[in-house]
């Protein structure tokens, strides 16, 4: 009687511009799948950033490989410096040279594309050498379709490449799933969102550690309006600065995040004379995230364009109504005067109109809450999400 030979463990191969300690919802996402695939190995390949990290760890489950010339990073990672840009460049190049040779030692099930950026052109030029190894794209992008084109500028037709190449796409929006089909491909692209940790941002804290934090921050009358976001232009937070200026005084503005726009969005709070009113709190480790959307009364992100938009998702599960704009992604969980209140794109008087609107109505206040969370809660847990990437792509890898 012969014996059955083992299966072989499938492995496969990440191509991702930036990786922890960088931390952005599709950082989040591949940290979350691979964690919890544990049937599967997974090495990723990411750019250099800082020359205090090492080359290659192990990070959850992945191994990392981080790849390019040693790059000393600004300290408030506002602006990228010339080597990391270079690095960028570079990765395409480098990236697939590294996966070539790892390729030859662990044969590689798969490849993993996080975004069709330059880790989409790695991807590409691995699969033009590797055709019969399968090439998964995942859809993150949160910029305009006419911004990405003009960025691209020559290499669009290789842009294009990628989406023709891929054997999956994975888009977390419908409106990704639509850019996939409008790009090339030819497929039917699979959508799954990004969730968040559900536990984390259903968590109670005590009530004295709450108040003692908005007692630090603001004073206990004031009405207290958050945004977490990269401070970028297609983020609209300088809309969201204007808009206070049409707040009454004791409305404040709490600001999580850093960006390229950190200094200028100072320099416009300072100019409207709302200085003092908007509080810029820069990185904020995730496990305290939840805290500071418990002790906020409204979410805001008047988002110019967005792939999905997971900070969106992480204020309805902890319990807060969100205004946000109808574009992009934004449009699959937010519905107007159901889930959340829409406002114009780039019209700081409606977004104040309708933050006034939330403040003002307790009633509808409470609706909008419980709804956005009844919705995180059934369409945004991790858990589930997880398991639908294991049986709808991971699973179908031969």
Not at 18 to 33: H, N, S
Not at 213 to 234: G, P
Request: proline fraction near 5%.
């Amino acid at each position: 009687m012969s014996e059955t030979k083992p299966l072989k463990r499938k492995k496969v191969l990440i191509f991702s511009l930036a990786y922890e300690p960088l931390i952005g919802g599709a950082e989040v996402a591949v940290r979350q799948i691979t964690d919890h695939l544990t049937e599967i190995d997974f090495d990723l390949l990411t750019v250099c950033f800082d020359d205090k990290l090492p080359r290659t760890e192990k990070i959850g489950r992945c191994q990392v490989y981080r790849l390019g010339f040693s790059v000393k990073q600004n300290p408030n990672l506002n602006q990228e410096s010339f080597w990391f840009k270079i690095n960028k460049y570079l990765f395409p190049f480098n990236a697939y040279v590294k996966a070539f040779l790892l390729h030859r030692e662990k044969s590689y099930s798969a490849t993993w594309a996080i975004m069709a950026n330059y880790a989409g052109f790695a991807a590409l030029f691995f699969k033009w050498f590797n055709p019969k190894t399968p090439f998964i794209l995942t859809l993150q992008e949160g910029d305009k379709f006419e911004y990405i084109k003009r960025r691209v500028g020559i290499f669009w037709p290789l842009y294009k490449a990628i989406f023709r190449q891929a054997d999956f796409v994975q888009a977390i929006s419908n409106y990704l799933a639509d850019y996939a089909l409008k790009i090339g491909f030819k497929g039917k692209p699979i959508i799954i969102p990004n969730g968040v940790e559900i536990a984390s941002f259903l968590k109670e804290f005590p009530k004295n550690e709450l108040f003692a934090l908005r007692q630090k921050l603001v004073a206990d009358t004031d009405d207290v309006i958050i945004t977490t976001s990269r401070l970028v232009v297609k983020n609209g937070v300088a809309d969201l600065i204007f808009a206070l200026s049409y707040l009454p005084f004791k409305t404040k503005l709490l600001i999580l995040g850093t960006g390229n726009q950190l200094e200028n969005l100072k320099r416009t709070a300072e100019d409207l004379g709302v200085k003092d009113r908007v509080i810029f709190l820069g990185s904020v480790p995730n496990s305290e995230v939840p805290k500071y959307l418990k002790i906020a009364d409204v979410f805001v992100r008047p988002s110019l364009s967005e792939g999905l938009g997971n900070s969106f998702i992480e204020a309805m599960a902890s319990g807060l109504p969100i205004v946000g704009t109808p574009v992009g992604g934004i449009v699959d969980f937010l519905k107007d005067d159901e889930t959340g209140l829409f406002c114009e794109v780039e019209n700081p008087q409606d977004i104040a109109a309708k933050i006034k609107t939330l403040l003002v109505s307790r009633d509808l206040w409470q609706r909008l809450a419980r709804n956005g969370r009844e919705v995180a809660l059934k369409n945004y847990d991790w858990t589930n999400l997880v398991e639908r990437f294991r049986s709808e792509i991971f699973d179908k890898i031969v």
